[in-house]
C-alpha cells in the first residue's frame, strides 16, 4: 500500500465560518477579489460578508468580475493583466468552480511570461514549466461541486482550438485557505444545485473506479459519496436546507482531497469534450448524460465489480451483490434530483459528431484514460457517446 499526500490548504468549513476569515493570517495587503460576470456572490450576500471580512484584516482589494461558466483563456489573460496593473499580490476567489478554477491560471499568469496555452500540458499547449511560483490563493467557494477550493488543478477553455483542457499541478497554485461556508450557498438554484452535486459525485465515483485507487482515497470517497447521494436530493428541493447543503458540501470537498490521491478516469475528459465544443452545456449536465452508458461499459467488462458494488452499498443499497446496483442506484438519484430527462440534442449535438467527440477527448485529456480499469478506445467513447445520445 503505497499513497502520496500534500494538501497544505489551510480549511475552514461549516456553516457561518465566513465570519472567521478577517481573523485569519492573510497572505498579502491588495487582493485580486476574482468572480463571476454574474450576481451570485452579490444575492447569496457573500459578496458584503467577504469585503467586511477584507476590512477588518486591513486588506484592500480590486475586483475583477468577469469569469463565466466554462471559464475562457481570454479571461484568464485578462484578469491576470488587470492584478498586476493594480497591484494585487494574491487572489481571493469568490464564486463556484468556474472561479476556482480560472484563480488557478490567474495566479500562474500574475507570475510569469507569455501565453498561457504555453504551460498547458496536452492537445495544443506547449507544456512548458512554470518559470515563477504563482501568487498565493485563498478561496471562497459559493457551490459544492469541484472540489477546487483546496486542490491545484483547474480547467480552461480555448474556443481558437476548440479544446478544454486542466490546467495546474504546480504546488505554489494549492490555495493557501479555503473557507467552506454552507450558508454562502442557499441561493443556488436547484438545477445548478443538482448539476453540481453530481459533478462533486462523479469526481468520487472515478476515483473508487480508478486503476490508481488506493486505501485512504477510497476511504474518503466512499464517504463523500455516501453523503452527496443522501443529502443532494433534499438540498435540490430546498435549497434553505442548511443540514443538506453542509453534507453535501463536506463531499464535494473531500473530492478535492480525492484527487490529490487519485487520478479521475475518462468520464471527465469526455464531458470536457462535450462541452468544448458546445459551450452552453454545464458541465455537470454532460456528465450526468454520459453517466449510465460510461459506468455499464465497465460493467459489461467486469472490470471492477467489488468498486461498483461498495458505491451501490453506500448509495442506499445496503443489500447491494452485483455492480449492476450502481446503475439502479445512480437513476433514483437522477430521478430524485430531477435530471434524469436530460438530452444531448437539447444542446445542439448531432449523431455525425460521436467520434468527433471522442478523438477529443483523448487529445485534450488523455491522462485520464490511464486511469480507467480497463482499456477503452475511441470506438467504445463513441459508443458510449450513442448509447448516451437523446
Known amino acids: 500500500m503505497h499513497f502520496d499526500f500534500?494538501?497544505?490548504?489551510?480549511?475552514?468549513?461549516g456553516s457561518g465560518s465566513i465570519s472567521r476569515l478577517g481573523k485569519q493570517e492573510l497572505p498579502g495587503k491588495k487582493a485580486l477579489l476574482l468572480m463571476s460576470g454574474g450576481k451570485s456572490a452579490k444575492i447569496s450576500g457573500a459578496y458584503d460578508k467577504v469585503t467586511a471580512q477584507l476590512k477588518e484584516a486591513g486588506v484592500e482589494w480590486a475586483e475583477f468580475a468577469k469569469i463565466m461558466e466554462n471559464?475562457?483563456?481570454?479571461?484568464?489573460?485578462?484578469?491576470?493583466?488587470?492584478?498586476?496593473?493594480?497591484?494585487?499580490?494574491?487572489?481571493?476567489?469568490?464564486?463556484?468552480?468556474?472561479?476556482?478554477?480560472?484563480?488557478?491560471?490567474?495566479?500562474?499568469?500574475?507570475?510569469?511570461?507569455?501565453?498561457?496555452?504555453?504551460?498547458?500540458?496536452?492537445?495544443?499547449?506547449?507544456?512548458?514549466?512554470?518559470?515563477?511560483?504563482?501568487?498565493?490563493?485563498?478561496?471562497?467557494?459559493?457551490?459544492?461541486?469541484?472540489?477546487?477550493?483546496?486542490?491545484?488543478?483547474?480547467?480552461?477553455?480555448?474556443?481558437?482550438?476548440?479544446?478544454?483542457?486542466?490546467?495546474?499541478?504546480?504546488?505554489?497554485?494549492?490555495?493557501?485557505?479555503?473557507?467552506?461556508?454552507?450558508?454562502?450557498?442557499?441561493?443556488?438554484?436547484?438545477?445548478?444545485?443538482?448539476?453540481?452535486?453530481?459533478?462533486?459525485?462523479?469526481?468520487?465515483?472515478?476515483?473508487?473506479?480508478?486503476?490508481?485507487?488506493?486505501?485512504?482515497?477510497?476511504?474518503?470517497?466512499?464517504?463523500?459519496?455516501?453523503?452527496?447521494?443522501?443529502?443532494?436530493?433534499?438540498?435540490?428541493?430546498?435549497?434553505?436546507?442548511?443540514?443538506?447543503?453542509?453534507?453535501?458540501?463536506?463531499?464535494?470537498?473531500?473530492a478535492g482531497m480525492t484527487m490529490q490521491l487519485t487520478s479521475t478516469t475518462a468520464q471527465h475528459s469526455m464531458e470536457h469534450a462535450m462541452s468544448a465544443y458546445h459551450h452552453n452545456l454545464p458541465h455537470g449536465a454532460g456528465l450526468i448524460i454520459i453517466s449510465e452508458a460510461f459506468a455499464r461499459f465497465f460493467i459489461e467488462r467486469h472490470a471492477c465489480d467489488r468498486q461498483f458494488i461498495k458505491m451501490a452499498r453506500v448509495m442506499g443499497i445496503p443489500e447491494a451483490h452485483k455492480p449492476e446496483d450502481f446503475i439502479t442506484a445512480l437513476q433514483k438519484l437522477q430521478r430524485d434530483c430531477g435530471v434524469a430527462d436530460l438530452k444531448m440534442s437539447d444542446y445542439g449535438f448531432t449523431p455525425d459528431e460521436f467520434m468527433t467527440l471522442a478523438k477529443g477527448a483523448r487529445a485534450m485529456q488523455g491522462g485520464l484514460f490511464a486511469a480507467n480499469p480497463c482499456e477503452l478506445t475511441d470506438v467504445d467513447c463513441a459508443g458510449i457517446f450513442e448509447a448516451s445520445y437523446r
Open 6 to 13: 500534500n494538501n497544505p490548504t489551510h480549511l475552514i468549513f
Open 71 to 254: 471559464p475562457l483563456k481570454s479571461a484568464v489573460m485578462e484578469g491576470a493583466a488587470f492584478a498586476k496593473e493594480n497591484g494585487c499580490d494574491f487572489i481571493l476567489a469568490l464564486g463556484g468552480g468556474a472561479v476556482l478554477d480560472a484563480s488557478v491560471a490567474v495566479s500562474a499568469m500574475m507570475t510569469n511570461p507569455g501565453d498561457l496555452w504555453d504551460y498547458v500540458q496536452g492537445g495544443t499547449g506547449k507544456g512548458l514549466p512554470l518559470q515563477n511560483p504563482g501568487l498565493p490563493i485563498v478561496t471562497v467557494t459559493l457551490t459544492a461541486g469541484t472540489g477546487s477550493e483546496i486542490n491545484f488543478w483547474g480547467v480552461i477553455s480555448n474556443p481558437d482550438t476548440k479544446e478544454k483542457i486542466g490546467f495546474g499541478g504546480h504546488p505554489s497554485l494549492i490555495p493557501v485557505l479555503a473557507v467552506v461556508d454552507p450558508e454562502l450557498m442557499r441561493t443556488v438554484p436547484p438545477k445548478y444545485t443538482a448539476y453540481q452535486g453530481f459533478d462533486a459525485l462523479f469526481h468520487n465515483t472515478e476515483v473508487i473506479m480508478s486503476k490508481g485507487v488506493n486505501l485512504m482515497s477510497e476511504t474518503l470517497a466512499l464517504s463523500a459519496i455516501e453523503h452527496i447521494a443522501g443529502y443532494l436530493p433534499r438540498a435540490v428541493r430546498d435549497g434553505n436546507d442548511l443540514e443538506a447543503r453542509e453534507h453535501v458540501a463536506y463531499g464535494s470537498t473531500l
